[in-house]
Nanobody, 126 residues
Framework: QVQVMESGGGSVQSGGSLRLSCAAS????????LAWFRQAPGKEREGVAA????????YYADSVKGRFTASKDNTKKTVYLQMDNLQPEDTAVYYC???????????????????WGQGTQVTVSS
């Protein structure tokens, strides 16, 4: 049974920073992808960032490039999403997802992921 466990989130003012953590069990951490998605009220879930831990390849949505950074800690089997210069439009429930992806599948598309965390709220006030 693959487990995906998130932590972090909270409330900050515009321009502030938060860090999300996501721990995933093997073998997905070693050989798969871990991704962050978010869903704001009344909007569809969207891919934010992803990382392939085996070679540190990262992927970012255009809306967060230059502000969000995905990283990993192999010892803890944990990936992180450092979110800087947060803006009110970043307010959403953030989810971590993990899975192996077939060749050509985008790690920023939610339908390719089977294993999900419980979600954590990020609120940015102006």
């Amino acid at each position: 049974q693959v487990q995906v466990m998130e932590s972090g989130g909270g409330s900050v003012q515009s321009g502030g920073s938060l860090r999300l953590s996501c721990a995933a069990s093997e073998p997905i951490f070693a050989t798969g992808y871990l991704a962050w998605f978010r869903q704001a009220p009344g909007k569809e879930r969207e891919g934010v960032a992803a990382i392939r831990p085996r070679d540190d390849t990262t992927y970012y949505a255009d809306s967060v490039k230059g502000r969000f950074t995905a990283s990993k800690d192999n010892t803890k089997k944990t990936v992180y999403l450092q979110m800087d210069n947060l803006q009110p439009e970043d307010t959403a429930v953030y989810y971590c997802a993990a899975d192996h992806l077939n060749s050509g599948a985008s790690p920023l598309v939610d339908r390719y992921f089977l294993f999900w965390g419980q979600g954590t709220q990020v609120t940015v006030s102006s």
